[in-house]
Structures are given as C-alpha cells and as structure tokens.
C-alpha cells in the first residue's frame, strides 16, 4: 500500500496541471481538505509547531511531530506527505524508518539549518538527499525545498544550480520557496517545480499555465484560521454572539 501510494503521489507531479495542498495541521484539517476532493493531504511543519505549542526551526521534539503526521495519515485514505524540516538531527536512515512508519509516503526537506537560517553547502545537501533517496527506495516522494530566497544570495543562479544538483541526487521535485519569478525557475529548471501560494502569487491557473508541478500553502491557511478564531474569542469576551 506505501509503494502505491507513493506512486499516486509521484504520477501527480505534472508540470501545466499542479498538485494543488492546502497544508494541514492536524487530523481535522487533514478529514477536512480530504472532504473537500484533494488527492493528497499536505503537512505543514510551522502550523503543526504552533498547534504542538512549538516554535518553528525544528523547536518540536521529532516524536511529537512525527506522531502528528501518524494521525494524520491515519484518517485519510490518500497520500501524505510531510514537511519535515531538515529532518530534526536524524542520519538519512533512521528519518525514513520511522517517517514511513506514520504511514507517510512522501516530505519536504529543506537546505538551511532551521536553527540558524544557514545555507547548507550544496553538495552536503545533495549528499544528503541521495542517503534518503537510497534509504528510501521509490516509497517515498521527496521534495527538495531551495531556500535560496529565503536565507541565501537571492541570486536565480544559485537557485537552479542547488535545484539541478537535488534532482540529480534523487529528489522528485524541487522547491525553490519564495521564488519572485516562478515562470523563469520553471523554464531553467529540468524536473517539477514547486512553489508557494501566499497573497500576492499569481492565481492557481496562472502557476499551472507557467509549467509549476506543485503547488503548496505553507502555514499561510492556518495562519487564517487562527486569525478567524482569535476574532471569535474576541467576540465572546465582548458578550458578542460569536456566530453572528
């Protein structure tokens, strides 16, 4: 069934038609974005932090956060793929062993040190990538994130070179997050793309025209929904009707 789902996963990375996953950070959200027609559920390492009472940057304890994406593989019947950080400390091995057993088939692996926001060598993180890809087989579906954007050069050139050097390691796709000119990174970029949904992205059709084979939200629809209920506690305290 995890060699299945796997494949289900892998076979929906289609540059022109996105995998659309609206991150999800615990079993309800995951019951509800799988109630809603999605083929695959999507965690967010940030919003399940939140929930656990962590900070982001690998804050969380490994067993409490992999124990959230048990459950939440539990109670869906697709594919999960976890975010996961740069793997919590774990060697290649032991991070695959114990991800696929919470029922997972794919992750997100991110090259800066959640820690201290420092770019990981390239070469150490293809390296890396390549023990997870050997641990792994073909069970799991890895993203390679490429933080370039975010705590690198900011340069496009860094961007694609990491990128061409993780699908060449054995990652399935690459994520260059906050990437300011997805169309460009996808034309250079030999292997499915993902990118991230915020506020000011092009539109879902607009990514899919550009070639982007995944779509991702990050923390951004938690973020939302707790915005949403910190405005009803509010309302409460205010001797508001709250449904209203």
């Not at 995951?30 to 982001?56: C, M």
């Amino acid at each position: 069934m995890t060699s299945q789902k796997a494949a289900v996963l892998r076979a929906l990375h289609v540059p022109g038609d996105p995998l659309i996953l609206p991150n999800v950070w615990d079993a309800a959200s995951a019951r509800a974005v799988r109630e809603a027609g999605f083929a695959v559920v999507a965690t967010g390492s940030a919003a399940i932090a939140r929930v656990l009472g962590y900070d982001d940057g690998e804050a969380t304890p490994v067993a409490e956060m992999l124990a959230a994406v048990g459950r939440i593989a539990r109670v869906v019947d697709v594919p999960v793929t976890a975010d996961v950080e740069r793997g919590y400390g774990l060697k290649p091995a032991e991070l695959v062993e114990r991800l696929l057993a919470t029922g997972a088939v794919g992750c997100n692996l991110e090259d800066s040190d959640p820690r201290t926001g420092r770019m990981i060598d390239p070469g150490e993180q293809a390296d890396f990538l390549a023990e997870v890809r050997a641990a792994a087989g073909a069970e799991l579906v890895v993203n390679a994130r490429v933080d370039t954007f975010l705590g690198g050069d900011k340069t496009r050139e860094d961007a694609v070179a990491r990128a061409h050097r993780y699908l060449e390691a054995g990652a399935d796709c690459v994520y260059p997050i906050l990437a300011p000119d997805p169309a460009g990174l996808v034309a250079e970029i030999d292997g499915p793309v993902n990118v991230i949904f915020h506020k000011g992205s092009p539109g879902l059709a607009e990514l899919g025209a550009m070639g982007v084979a995944r779509i991702s939200f990050g923390h951004g629809l938690h973020a939302a929904a707790h915005a949403h209920a910190v405005q009803l506690f509010e309302r409460v305290r205010e001797g508001r009707n709250p449904y209203l």
